[in-house]
């Protein structure tokens, strides 16, 4: 019988909130422009990291939620980097950039992609500004969904864990497009440590929404 996971922290930003393991910290007027939101976000939890401001802005709701749910659990110092993996949705895939990058090159007569935007134009991007800044060095793979699938997620990080992969898991949903942004990462680990909530489909259900 397979080990039984835990999902030991969480964090959400949306809709002007940003919610970790239940409490909701940070808010402001849902209709803010969600670039702004993510900023002001960052600067309110004093997270200082430079290269925030060079990020597209997938990457950085993603590094804000992923710092704030590290805060709440520090597993990169209960575990071995590369027995941490990361394992990332979304809808969009990284067309807000990719959006951007091409009007860089639409125009034959004014041409002028940008290296710095260029670089974004895949969303496994965001695994690796978060990998980085951890040092994170274990198994990471980002996929492609209508919505969040959580009956995908759990099967795919029982598997990881269960079969030695990884022994703790950084998961969950980060999409930005056209002024809209949805992010919820979690931990998943086999102890029964933080909130100590089964890894299931319902309860990931139950999270997320």
């Not at 940003?18 to 309110?44: C, Q, R």
């Amino acid at each position: 019988m397979a080990a039984p996971n835990y999902i030991t922290a969480y964090a959400k930003i949306r809709s002007g909130k940003v919610i970790l393991n239940g409490e909701t910290g940070y808010s402001a007027n849902a209709d803010e422009p969600a670039a702004d939101f993510v900023k002001a976000a960052y600067k309110h939890y004093e997270l200082n990291y430079p290269k925030f401001y060079k990020m597209d802005q997938l990457c950085r709701l993603a590094f804000v939620c992923s710092e704030l749910l590290l805060r709440a659990n520090k597993v990169t110092a209960n575990y071995a980097t590369e027995d941490i993996a990361i394992i990332v949705a979304n809808n969009a895939a990284s067309l807000e950039i990719d959006t951007e990058h091409q009007s860089t090159i639409a125009d034959a007569d004014n041409y002028f992609p940008s290296p710095a935007v260029f670089v974004y134009t895949l969303p496994n991007i965001l695994i690796g500004e978060i990998a980085i800044r951890n040092s994170i060095k274990g198994e990471n793979t980002f996929f492609i969904f209508d919505t969040f699938d959580p009956r995908f997620m759990n099967s795919y990080i029982h598997s990881m864990l269960n079969t030695g992969r990884a022994k703790c898991c950084i998961a969950g949903w980060v999409d930005f497009y056209e002024n809209k942004y949805d992010a919820f990462l979690y931990t998943v680990e086999q102890t029964n440590n933080g909130l100590g909530i089964a890894h299931t489909e319902e309860q990931l259900n139950n999270l997320y929404k």
